[in-house]
Antibody, heavy 120, light 109 residues
Framework: QVTLKESGPVLVKPAETLTLTCTVSGFSLSNAAMGVSWIRQPPGKALEWLAHIFSNDERSYSTSLKSRLTISRDTSKSQVVLTMTNMDPVDTATYYC????????????WGQGTTVTVSS | EIVLTQSPGTLSLSPGERATLSCWASQSIGSSKFAWYQQKPGQAPRLLIYGASIRATGIPDRFSGSGSGTDFTLTISRLEPEDSAVYYCQRSGSSHPWTFGQGTKVEIK
């Protein structure tokens, strides 16, 4: 069974750096046909894609957030980590990680999401 | 960056009716890199359609996707009460940023 689970702080202060971890099971992060994306959703708003990473370490970032985001993976721990710097209250959202598979890149398995609030 | 625009914002229909959701891209998209997702309140999104027209595993055949280039459509042929949700279109691919549309809310009367 394929699962993904997000973890990280519930509350961060403005200007701090957020670090979120996606722990996967049921597939390998070194599988050439698969990768992991991060997506967020502010309360009552639409989904926003943030970043993804492939098995060959190729990465891509949201154009508007590129300067603040870093995505990395630790294959031995089956984890994908997303860091977002200089957090602001507008970054308050539920953050999801999801697996995608080549060649169509559909995100077929999602984590349950983790809610992050940015407040002093 | 490609922008996806969904229409209508909200669709209110009765059970058994047909729902047609549209998604327009600001530039031409390879249809193999286009998907639709369903999201119910309090839940993570679920992949419905990928490759513009391929149903994901376990998705009922009343859901169908079509389109290419800049115009894509999700059709729900006979609405069921459990189809009440927000539907998102999405563009993916290997070498560029991905994007979502702003969503269409489907309400069942």
């Amino acid at each position: 069974q394929v699962t993904l689970k997000e973890s990280g702080p519930v509350l961060v202060k403005p200007a701090e750096t957020l670090t979120l971890t996606c722990t996967v099971s049921g597939f390998s992060l070194s599988n050439a046909a698969m990768g992991v994306s991060w997506i967020r959703q502010p309360p009552g708003k639409a989904l926003e894609w943030l970043a993804h990473i492939f098995s060959n370490d190729e990465r891509s970032y949201s154009t508007s957030l590129k300067s603040r985001l870093t995505i990395s993976r630790d294959t031995s721990k089956s984890q994908v980590v997303l860091t977002m710097t200089n957090m602001d209250p507008v970054d308050t959202a539920t953050y999801y990680c999801a697996r995608f598979t080549r060649p169509y890149y559909g995100m077929d398995v999602w984590g349950q999401g983790t809610t992050v609030t940015v407040s002093s | 960056e490609i922008v996806l625009t969904q229409s209508p914002g909200t669709l209110s229909l009765s059970p058994g009716e047909r729902a047609t959701l549209s998604c327009w891209a600001s530039q031409s998209i390879g249809s193999s890199k286009f998907a639709w997702y369903q999201q119910k309140p309090g839940q993570a999104p679920r992949l419905l359609i990928y490759g513009a027209s391929i149903r994901a595993t376990g998705i009922p055949d009343r859901f169908s996707g079509s389109g290419s280039g800049t115009d894509f459509t999700l059709t729900i042929s006979r609405l069921e009460p459990e189809d009440s949700a927000v539907y998102y279109c999405q563009r993916s691919g290997s070498s560029h940023p991905w994007t979502f549309g702003q969503g269409t809310k489907v309400e069942i009367k």
